[in-house]
């Protein structure tokens, strides 16, 4: 009799702190996975028009170059980023916007003139001049952003 | 199921025995004073999960600690918790330490043969203290920076050798960089290996030797 209340006792003890133990670890666990990752799981969700230029800088049906700088926050350090886009009108009033980084892997693609098409080294991919793949590893066409025509000013849609 | 594995493991790396040496061996009829070396270990292993979790962001050089320990406690999620915890962690730390050494010169648990034990345990303190010191200038800020500035000052004060210790702990004449690297550097290496080593060894003999058991009233 003795002996089995022991036990009894024993037991509820371990299990009390088994279940004291793992309240503790849960409460340790939940919040260490969210801060690994938290930062992940964050999406950009600003959006902002970016000036890019005059309109009268776009030659009329091949690709333009254009460069801009925005600064971007990555966790507590604001970086300056290039962006390069190219921009195609056929008839100065509707604009295409091509992101210069390949689908692919994400090097930069370049506009070649004399083969009138999008080059990237990397994998040798070729885009063509609205950005469609031509040939090359690529699973879809060049990203293309929104763009908007203000006072004679081109404008780009970035994020979102 | 469980009972099966367990059983197969512990044909083949022996579990039980450790397991019986650690958890259920023998112990004389104490108080909860006789607590408080587990409770400093509790929160040594809570300052372990949670130190490891703030390297994770963390930068120890001076253009980017106070940004990222502020990116970690506003922006990351649960990343004040975390710091929160590894902040008062290191108090409970000192304070439980030093009770747990009150509780054994009371109980006269560090007489023979535990004296080594005693010993390993100063080690720990020790180690505690240079967590305490080390850790509180890596946030970067005013406090941070001037509390180091007195600290490594008293140790300038010592005769003959201050001023070389006042250098080697400031990696140089002045508080900079190079002493910010280096507190982190023994942060969370030098003296996570040292406070292992210590606390493996007190371990060992606190398991080798038992447990003192309450003096009585006569002696
Ligand atoms: S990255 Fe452009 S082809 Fe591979």
Redesign the pocket.
């Given at each position: 009799m003795e002996e089995k209340d022991q036990l009894g006792r024993r037991n509820f003890l371990a299990i009390a702190i088994g279940a004291i133990g793992a309240v503790i670890g849960v409460v340790i666990a939940i919040p260490a996975v969210a801060y690994v990752v938290g930062p992940a799981l964050k999406r950009k969700t600003s959006e902002d028009w970016v000036r890019l230029g005059p309109t009268s800088k776009v030659e009329l049906g091949t690709p333009t170059l254009f460069k801009t700088t925005i600064e971007r926050q990555t966790g507590w350090i604001v970086t300056e980023e290039e962006l390069s886009i190219y921009i195609l009108t056929e008839d100065g009033r509707d604009y295409i916007a091509l992101s210069n980084i390949?689908?692919?892997?994400?090097?930069r693609?370049r506009w070649i003139t004399d083969q009138g098409q999008y080059f990237?080294?990397?994998?040798?991919?070729a885009f063509d001049k609205i950005g469609l793949v031509v040939s090359?590893?690529?699973p879809r066409p060049l990203d293309r952003y929104e763009t908007k025509v203000e006072d004679d000013q081109l404008y780009i849609l970035l994020g979102g | 199921m469980s009972v099966h594995i367990g059983d197969w493991l512990d044909e083949r790396i022996g579990w039980r025995n450790v397991w019986e040496a650690i958890f259920l061996r023998k112990i004389p009829k104490v108080n909860w004073f006789y607590t408080l070396g587990s409770a400093t270990l509790f929160v040594a292993v809570l300052q372990g999960i949670t130190g490891i979790l703030l390297t994770i962001y963390y930068v120890p050089t001076p253009d980017h600690a106070y940004d990222s320990v502020v990116f970690i406690t506003t922006q990351v999620p649960g990343g004040w918790f975390i710091r929160g915890v590894h902040h008062w962690g290191a108090s409970a730390m000192v304070i439980l330490a030093v009770l747990h050494m009150v509780r054994v010169i009371m109980s006269g648990s560090y007489k023979y043969p535990r004296e080594v034990t005693w010993f390993t345990g100063v080690g720990l303190l020790l180690a505690v203290m240079g967590f305490g010191f080390t850790g509180y200038l890596l946030p970067w800020d005013q406090k941070a920076y001037w509390a180091t500035i007195v600290g490594t000052r008293i140790a300038g004060v010592a005769p003959l050798i201050g001023d070389p210790i006042l250098r080697i702990m400031r990696g140089g004449e002045e508080l900079s960089a190079v002493t910010l690297a280096r507190f982190f550097g023994a942060h969370i290496w030098v003296l996570p290996a040292t406070l292992l080593l210590f606390l493996g060894f007190h371990m060992y003999l606190v398991i080798r030797l038992g447990i003192s058991a309450v003096p009585r009233k006569e002696e």
């Open positions: 390949c689908t692919h892997l994400g090097c693609v990237c080294p990397c994998h040798n991919a090359g590893p690529p | -």
